[in-house]
């Protein structure tokens, strides 16, 4: 089983920083991109950003400009996330591409999330 574990939520007030962490398990093949999605008090879970193995780098619009996500190792990806704002409130869940085996297809995996609320 392969595990993504999650750190740096928190409460932070409009306007603050956070950092979120994640780190997959070494119980793996090969890892493809890696992300950060948020599940928003009652709405849909949405991208936020991901990255591949290269660095290339994506975000939803919403954020762009303030959050950054990076790689600074094979199984980690961080987020900072600057200028939060309360809309930015929510469950922040990792998400990996993983290949178990050599032969094997790809499988997304998730954490369990953090949660980041912004006050207003």
């Known amino acids: 089983q392969v595990l993504l574990v999650e750190s740096g939520g928190g409460l932070v007030q409009h306007g603050g920083s956070l950092n979120l962490s994640c780190t997959a398990s070494?119980?793996?093949?090969?890892?493809?991109?890696m992300g950060w999605f948020r599940r928003a008090p009652g709405k849909e879970r949405e991208m936020v950003a991901t990255?591949?193995?290269?660095?290339?780098d994506n975000y939803v619009e919403s954020v762009k400009g303030r959050f950054t996500i990076s790689r600074p190792d094979y199984r980690k990806i961080t987020l900072q996330m600057n200028s939060l704002k309360p809309e930015d409130t929510g469950l922040y869940y990792c998400?990996?591409?993983?290949?178990?085996?050599?032969?094997?297809?790809?499988?997304?995996?998730w954490g369990r999330g953090t949660q980041v609320t912004v006050s207003s």
């Open positions: 070494p119980t793996f093949f090969a890892l493809g991109s």
């Open positions: 998400n990996a591409q993983v290949w178990k085996f050599f032969n094997s297809t790809p499988s997304e995996y």
């Open positions: 990255i591949t193995p290269g660095g290339m």
